[in-house]
């Protein structure tokens, strides 16, 4: 893949209602980089760039009649693009990104062609990442393990300043170190990628954000310990969008150093989810459990203090590469235990209509009797599957009397009772404004923004929705059906 620099300027985009990617170009070079947009292979019609502001003194002429390397400065453009034909009146409201720290320079990752200019950027980029390398490489732990010092350190928030992602392979962030089952999913989703470990949730949203690495692999819910409410949160208060999901087979172990009986442990590390996914299994060893950030993580402890009554629940490849033994295989209740993940981008894709599409959309609702059920009813009158409903529907059914009705449906409802709690949005306009929701209703259903059925149910919704945002029309992870 050819890659586009683009200089000291802001790109943003977003999914409107009426399945248009549409967003802005910002900044001295957005020109250039708006005849780039309208270059690439995907989408495959050339997108409608359009001037919406400029701060130069003279009004931008329209894309096209304008020559890249203009002197403009601080110009925004708009553009929006479908892979049919164009319609107007789609919805206003992008949101920006932060703007880049001084002298760092973005990349445009899913662009195909190259700016003339190119040549001398590419080579500050390749140093740039080649600093991160630097960065991850030395900053290694001393684990016990004889290999472990070639694993890279989890990049935290003080990783940020001045670099960026570059170089053939697809960066990939996610959360947890080596050997988690999120690097597992990184991998599945995109082969031959290189994994980027990140301490934190938060750690992984900001290092796309801020061009340090290209995409994020992150879990979202599974089949047993229900879904991870930290990264539905963040996906709200981040620029992100979802570009796919991933279903992972989870299969947990009990790991503990070598010569260690499982009648020498009284505990055991793990990450929460995994912990809960092997409640009967541990409770039958009597073992008192400890959450901890990460499975491998867990193993990684294990393994570097040489506890000699302490096992973590982890997965194979965290044993490996923790030195650890397997004291026991697939401890987890459920045989079928999937986690779904969730890969994240900072340009949403175009959705299409060739293969199965789902759409995940957030909203929030002013309280009052049957306002769930006119919600969910959009997609019910258009045929449109929710997917599955999950146990946290009832935590709101005091507050939506109607309720029981909808329970037939195929419905994923994950309602986030806020208690007015102030939720720092990244809205559209970037201000990071505070906002006061009671309860926030994520839901994925199958059907793809290209779609006019879905367009009109969400257009529908949007009609009494006090906030709706789309965060990602995606293709269906089939492969474990
Ligand atoms: O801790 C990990 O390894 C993760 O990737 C998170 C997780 C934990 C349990 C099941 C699936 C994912």
Not at 27 to 39: D, E, H, M, R, W
Not at 233 to 253: M, P, S
Not at 294 to 317: C, I, N, P, R
Not at 384 to 396: A, D, E, M, P, R
Request: proline share 6%; aromatic share 8%; net charge neutral.
């Amino acid at each position: 893949m050819t890659r586009v620099c683009a200089p000291h300027h802001d790109i943003f985009t977003r999914i409107s209602f009426d399945g248009h990617l549409y967003g802005y170009v910002r900044g001295p070079s957005a020109f250039s980089s708006a005849k780039t947009l309208q270059k690439l292979k995907n989408p495959p019609a050339a997108p409608l760039l359009c001037p919406l502001r400029s701060s130069a003194a003279s009004a931008p002429s329209p894309m096209g009649s304008s020559t890249a390397g203009s002197s403009l400065t601080h110009l925004q453009l708009r553009f929006v693009c479908k892979s049919s034909s164009m319609v107007h009146g789609h919805r206003p409201g992008t949101v920006s990104l932060p703007p880049a720290p001084c002298g760092t320079r973005r990349i445009f990752a899913s662009s195909a062609a190259s700016l003339p200019d190119d040549d001398g950027r590419k080579k500050s980029m390749k140093a740039r990442a080649l600093e991160l390398n630097r960065v991850l490489d030395e900053s290694a732990y001393e684990p016990s393990a004889k290999d472990m010092h070639s694993l890279p350190k989890p990049l935290s928030s003080a990783d940020y300043t001045n670099l960026i992602s570059d170089g053939p392979r697809l960066r990939v962030a996610y959360q947890g170190v080596p050997g988690a089952y999120s690097e597992a999913a990184a991998e599945k989703a995109y082969p031959n990628c290189e994994p980027v470990p990140c301490e934190q949730f938060d750690t992984a949203f900001e290092s796309v954000e801020r061009w340090l690495v290209d995409r994020a692999v992150l879990p979202i819910e599974n089949s047993l310990g229900g879904s991870i409410h930290r990264n539905y949160d963040l996906l709200l208060r981040h620029n992100l969008h979802i570009v796919g999901e991933v279903k992972l087979a989870v299969r947990h172990c009990l790991l503990a150093n070598h010569g260690l009986k499982v009648e020498d442990l009284t505990r055991v590390l793990s990450h929460p989810q995994a912990l809960a996914q092997c409640e009967h299994t541990l409770t039958k060893l009597g073992l008192v459990r400890e959450s901890v950030d990460d499975t491998a993580g867990a193993a990684q402890h294990v393994a570097f203090h040489k506890l000699k009554d302490t096992g973590a629940v982890a997965s194979t490849t965290a044993a490996k590469i923790y030195n650890l033994n397997i004291l026991a295989e697939d401890i987890q209740d459920d045989s079928d235990n999937v986690t779904r993940f969730l890969m994240l981008a900072r340009e949403p894709i175009i959705p299409g209509t060739e293969r199965p599409f789902k759409t995940s959309i957030v909203f929030s609702l002013e309280e009052g009797p049957g306002v769930l059920f006119k919600a969910l009813a959009v997609f019910a009158l258009r045929q449109i599957n929710l997917t599955k409903v999950s146990s946290l529907l009832f935590k709101c059914m005091h507050v939506f009397s109607t309720l029981n009705d909808l329970v037939y449906m195929l419905v994923q409802i994950e309602s986030r009772p806020l208690r007015r709690r102030n939720l720092r949005l990244s809205d559209d306009n970037n201000n990071g404004t505070p906002r006061f929701f009671d309860y926030l209703f994520y839901v994925d259903f199958e059907a793809s923004m290209a779609d006019k059925n879905a367009q009109n149910a969400l257009g529908h919704l949007n009609e009494f929705a006090t906030f709706l945002r789309v965060l990602g029309s995606y293709p269906v992870d089939t492969s474990m059906i």
